[in-house]
Structures are given as C-alpha cells and as structure tokens.
C-alpha cells in the first residue's frame, strides 16, 4: 500500500493544472497522478496536425508538465475507488491511499450506435492514435465525410478540403455551430464554406456506413442521399467519463460529476474538474456544457485551493472560446441570444460593424460584435466578434472579463479605449462602445 497527500486520476490540463498548484503551494506534499495514455494529446490542436507538415511529438503534452512540477506519473487504468478506504485500486494491482483525490477523467467522444461505425476507415478526433488514422486517411483517401458540424468538426474539414480533398461536412441541427455562434456569423461562415467548394448539409442524419469490398464507404443519410467517402470523421461532440465516479457511490448526472462550488464531490475529500465535471453557468447558476480546456484548468484551480484549505468558490463558467474557419476568425463568450431566451432572460442585443484600422489604411476590413443583455438590470450576459485574421480570440476576453464584472450597457458605452491608424478604429469608433448604445437605444 502507498500513501499519498493527494492522487489525481486523468492526465489532461485538469489533472496537470493540479499538480502544478500542488508544487507551488510550498509545501512537501506527495502527488501521485495516474493517467492511462502513455503520452497525452494537444486534443484541440489535432485539426492541424492532418498535413503532416509538422512531426506528431508537436502535438503532444510532454508528461515533463508532471514530472519536473513534483508529482509523481504513473502509467495505469484505475479501476475502482473506495471512498470508505481512502484507496485507489488500479488494473496492474496497485493500490493507492489518498488523503485528497482529485476525479480529472476527462470525456470521450461520442460514437453513436449507428449501424458500420466501427470500422477501420472511420475515426474520431481525440487521442494521438486518432491524429495518426487521420494523417494516413488524408495521404490516400480524395474523398471524405466529415459528421458534425462543430468547433472540430469544421476545422477539420477546411484542413482536409486545404490538402485538396473532396469534403461533405454533415450537420443534424438546423445550422452549423449553433452551441458558440449567432445567426448573424453563421451565414457568413457558409457562405465562405460554399465558396471554397466545401459542402455542408444541415438538418441531415446518417442512418448507415456501408462498407465496400474496395474500402470505400457509402455513407447514408435518413433523407434517402448518399455520400461516398474513402473515410469518415467523428466530430458529434464528448461525453463525460463519470463511470468510475458513479461505480464508487458518487453523485453524478448526464452532464458529469456532481460538485459543490469548491469543486468537492459527494464525498468530502474527492473533488472532480474538467470535462469529467458537471458545470454551472456563471450567468445562470444551472448545469450546462463547457467541454473547453480552459474551463478545465479554471475548475482546476479552484479545487486545488480547496485540497490546500483555501475555501475558494468556483463562480461557474462563462464559455469563452474561438476558433479560425478560412480568413474569418470568430468567437463567443457568455450566452447566445438563443440561449438567453431559452433560459428565461429577458435580453435585449446591440449589434455594430466598426473597421479595424483607420478608412484611408490598407488591408481594411470590418469587425462584427454582437452583445447580449439582461434587460432587467442591463448587464451584459454574452457577446460575439467576427473579423478577419487574428484577434478574436483577444475581444472574447474581454466580454468574457466584462461579464465577470457585472459590465453594464452604460459602462461600455461609455468606457475608454486605445485607437491607432494600423491597430484600431478611429478615434470616435469603438466596437463595444457601438454595440452597447445601439443595445441601449431599444430600452
């Protein structure tokens, strides 16, 4: 038996995140962090890894992050806990006694039980095995289907269509990524998707994977059409690894780990983050998805606070997150307008074009933002910026910070901002400042 001040089960930024609170804690705590991949993948960074232009160890997570910060790897399947032992059982016959335990088990992709799905020419887009299938497929295949029409989804399929694949990108729901984008930038999405002959069919729901003598796959949709593909992609979204958890008397739900807003489960000195988790909304307190890595490592430090004696209250995630589909990048944080209404909130938006430099510069295009708020009290609960090239990723920050502060419609209509020729609008425009007082004028 080994005894431990604190074991973690999962490897991913979750996991590590704790590991590197524990060391910077001071103090000489024994860490001992099981994960069961020998080597960890960047798993939103696989899209473009495909080319092969860049060795697969690019798109690794070094298990140095655990190593050199203290803790102690080990390479293993945990197979039970015993809360009422304290212990931690694995499948090579150790066992493990904790005074703290950290549940990070992270999710799994969602392979739905469709008929000829698993198969070799078939993959998902989650480990370094899968990057490895994809680089294969790619070198050989011309054709290919892409099923889901989300974050990964698409940025697969632009990588496969850029190595000059035929792609037909299949989306169930009414419009490519309505869970992070509003109306406003998916049309412009498509519209650039249908310009670079890459071909999206929403409202479409594959029934079938027929499988060829010669390798290829029919790939069938419940509309009667179907598709020929030399491979296919999984990209339909993750589910919560909570089996373990839930084996050893945890609570748990369809969304994850139950936990309290210091990150304990149902039993007091298990805590539990990362996808593996149930998270709150910090807009409306209640259970939401949020299967980013930085929610991981937000979560993450809030339960090592706990684990140290630090009461600290995780305030619920916000979402923030963005991606780059063609020259257009775009991104959210907080709720959609959709989401809002769904959830009950009164909202009223403001919407605003301002350029990104001075008119009589070159290269100028336009920033988007759209902002979502609770007309109720006027803060602000969402917001949403498309531009070309890089960027988003930076004005997502910042509504994602403004709705952490309780940012009000007067407080961004009237808030202070940097302008330049080359990095700005002019001095009179500001994207927030617009959006807020087109917002304002509906009240």
Not at 22 to 49: F, H
Not at 238 to 247: G, I, S, W
Not at 382 to 394: D, F, H, L, P
Request: glycine letters at 8%; charged letters at 25%; one cysteine or more.
């Amino acid at each position: 038996m080994e005894k431990r001040d604190v074991v973690i089960i999962g490897g991913g930024p979750a996991g590590r995140s704790i590991v590197h609170a524990m060391k910077a804690s001071g103090r000489d705590l024994k860490v001992t962090l099981i994960k069961n991949e020998e080597i960890n993948a960047n798993r939103c960074a696989i899209p473009y890894g495909i080319s092969g232009e860049k060795p697969v160890e690019k798109f690794q997570i070094s298990n140095k992050l655990i190593t050199d910060f203290g803790g102690e790897l080990v390479i293993d399947q945990v197979n039970k806990i015993e809360p009422d032992t304290n212990q931690v059982h694995t499948e090579s016959g150790k066992i493990f006694e904790y005074k703290h335990l950290v549940i990070s088990t992270g999710s799994r992709p969602v392979i739905p039980p469709i008929p000829g799905i698993k198969a070799e020419t078939i993959t998902a887009v989650r480990s370094i095995a899968d990057l490895s299938r994809l680089r294969k497929f790619a070198a050989k295949g011309k054709r290919a289907v892409v099923v889901g029409g989300g974050y990964i989804g698409l940025e697969v399929a632009v990588v496969l269509k850029k190595l000059g694949i035929d792609v037909n990108l299949v989306e169930m729901l009414p419009k490519i990524l309505m869970a992070t984008t509003e109306p406003e930038f998916i049309s412009i999405i498509e519209d650039t998707l249908a310009e670079n002959d890459l071909q999206v069919l929403v409202n479409k729901k594959v029934v079938e994977f027929v499988h060829l003598s010669d390798g290829t796959v029919e790939v069938k949709l419940e509309s009667g059409e179907t598709l020929a593909a030399d491979f296919v992609v999984l990209s339909v979204g993750v589910a919560p690894n909570t089996k373990l958890a839930a084996e050893a008397g945890i609570d748990t739900s369809r969304l994850g780990i139950c936990a309290d807003e210091s990150l304990r489960t149902s039993v007091k000195n298990i805590y539990t983050c990362g996808d593996c988790a149930e998270k709150q909304s910090f807009i409306t307190g209640q259970p939401t998805r949020g299967e980013f890595g930085t929610n991981a490592v937000f979560m993450a430090r809030a339960a090592a606070q706990s684990i140290l004696g630090n009461e600290v209250k995780f305030p619920g995630i916000i979402n923030a997150n963005a991606t780059v589909i063609y020259e257009w990048s775009v991104g959210s944080a907080g709720l959609t307008e959709q989401m809002a209404r769904d959830a009950g909130i009164d909202v009223v938006t403001g919407y605003s074009e301002v350029y990104d430099k001075y008119p009589m510069m070159d290269e100028v295009d336009v920033v988007r933002t759209k902002l979502v708020f609770n007309r109720t009290d006027q803060k602000l609960i969402g917001g949403s910026v498309m531009r070309k090239g890089n960027g988003t990723a930076q004005s997502v920050d910042f509504i994602s910070l403004a709705i952490q502060m309780g940012t009000t419609m007067k407080n961004l209509s009237d808030y202070q901002y940097a302008t330049h020729p080359e990095l700005a609008a002019k001095p009179s425009d500001n994207t927030y400042t617009f959006a807020a007082r087109e917002a304002l004028s509906k009240l």
